[in-house]
């Protein structure tokens, strides 16, 4: 099994910037893509950044040039640099990893971001 722990959300005006963390721990050498997703208040879950265990990178339209997606396998720790924040990134981001062979899919619990206009 795998253990996620986001931290690094906040209250930040808009134009300015967060890092977000998340720390996995258990049966790491499984993890596969780690990624990003948020949900808004009353939207669906919406994938925001992903990251390979080889570095490839992808992002959704909406954040791409302002986010930036990073992983430290040394520290079994994925990030999300975050700039140029907009109200419209107001969310709970939850961090996603999918391991492989087995197929499992494990999420944290959250940190709320929330972006004053």
């Known amino acids: 099994q795998v253990q996620l722990v986001e931290s690094g959300g906040g209250l930040v005006q808009a134009g300015g910037s967060l890092r977000l963390s998340c720390a996995a721990s258990?049966?790491?050498?499984?993890?596969?893509?780690m990624t990003w997703t948020r949900q808004a208040p009353g939207k669906q879950r919406d994938a925001v950044a992903g990251?390979?265990?080889?570095?490839?990178?992808y992002y959704a339209d909406s954040v791409k040039g302002r986010f930036t997606i990073s992983r430290d396998n040394a520290k079994n720790t994925v990030y999300l640099q975050m700039n140029s924040l907009k109200p419209e990134d107001t969310a709970v981001y939850y961090c996603?990893?999918?391991?492989?062979?087995?197929?499992?899919?494990?999420w944290g619990k959250g940190t709320l971001v929330t972006v004053s206009s």
């Open positions: 258990g049966s790491v050498f499984l993890i596969n893509t």
């Open positions: 996603n990893a999918d391991t492989t062979p087995d197929g499992m899919d494990y």
């Open positions: 990251i390979t265990s080889g570095g490839v990178t």
